[in-house]
């Protein structure tokens, strides 16, 4: 995990899963460029871990362009990585997405990822990584209020393998670290602690997952331990996507 001399860039390091991706990138010894549109928790995360303040909405091209003239000047040109960890669901239904609300969910899930793609790697000129975060509703057909949220986190899963397929001849590889459900604040604010248990029933390993899980798979998939590793979705959902093991007929237990 040795990050010494390395420099990156993380969208949405505010709080949850991008301030642990920041602090995990920084104990490995990188320098971060921590990216919000709240001014109060980009700096306060770049102060805990002697990283680089940066506010910009990462909903515009003109965001993400001052974002990435700002990584070249800090870094004099050096980038290594880039992780972008933005991705909010409109929570609207087939019935009541109307045009804006549905590309309001692709731009705060898919747009942010493509420009960053587009505008940020070239400046990953000695090879490195890109880390997109997706989630298991982009692999699940998810209706409800999650329709459109489901959809875009599918199409950016999709972009990442595409992109990584592009960028593999210049040594820049792209990921994707899907969670599962995860108890970051905003979820924390919206949830009792009935709905945890009940939730922690139905996975394998017994618990919702933590920012710091997920920071954790980030982290190596930025890291040199991935070095052979490009176009992947890792799934970080304490098992949900393989099932809960259920009781079976006893004559198909005999056999
Ligand atoms: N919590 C879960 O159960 C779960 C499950 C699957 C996937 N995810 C994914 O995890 C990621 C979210 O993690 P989180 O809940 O820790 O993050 P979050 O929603 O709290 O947002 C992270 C940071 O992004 C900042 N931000 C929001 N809009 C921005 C903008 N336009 N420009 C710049 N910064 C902006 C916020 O101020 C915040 O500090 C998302 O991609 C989400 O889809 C979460």
Not at 225 to 239: E, S
């Amino acid at each position: 995990m040795q990050l010494t001399g390395q420099n990156f860039v993380v969208l949405g390091a505010g709080q949850g899963i991008g301030e642990n991706t920041v602090h995990a990138l920084a104990q490995g010894g990188a320098r971060v460029l921590c990216v919000d549109l709240d001014e109060g928790r980009a700096s306060a995360v770049a102060k805990a871990a002697r990283g680089i303040a940066c506010v910009a909405d990462i909903s515009t091209r003109a965001g993400v362009e001052k974002i990435f003239a700002t990584a070249k000047r800090e870094f004099d040109g050096r980038l290594d990585g880039i992780v972008d960890v933005v991705g909010i669901g409109v929570g609207k239904t087939l019935n009541t997405l109307d045009d804006q609300s549905w590309q309001h969910q692709f731009d705060m899930v898919v747009g942010h990822a493509f420009l960053a793609l587009q505008l940020g790697t070239p400046l990953l000129a000695r090879g490195g990584s890109v880390v997109l975060v997706g989630s298991m509703a982009g692999e699940w057909p998810r209706g409800g209020t999650l329709l459109a949220y489901a959809s875009a986190k599918a199409a950016l899963h999709h972009l990442a393998r595409s992109a990584a397929q592009e960028l593999a001849p210049q040594g820049i590889r792209v990921n994707v670290v899907a969670p599962g459900l995860t108890r970051t604040p905003r979820l924390l604010d919206a949830n009792d602690e009935a709905f945890w248990q009940a939730q922690a029933a139905e996975i394998p390993l017994s618990r919702a997952g933590t920012p710091a899980d997920i920071a954790n798979a980030i982290l190596f998939l930025s890291s040199p331990m991935a070095a052979h590793i490009t176009g992947v979705v890792l799934a970080v959902d304490g098992g949900a996507n393989i099932g809960m093991l259920r009781p079976i007929a006893k004559s198909a237990r005999a056999s």
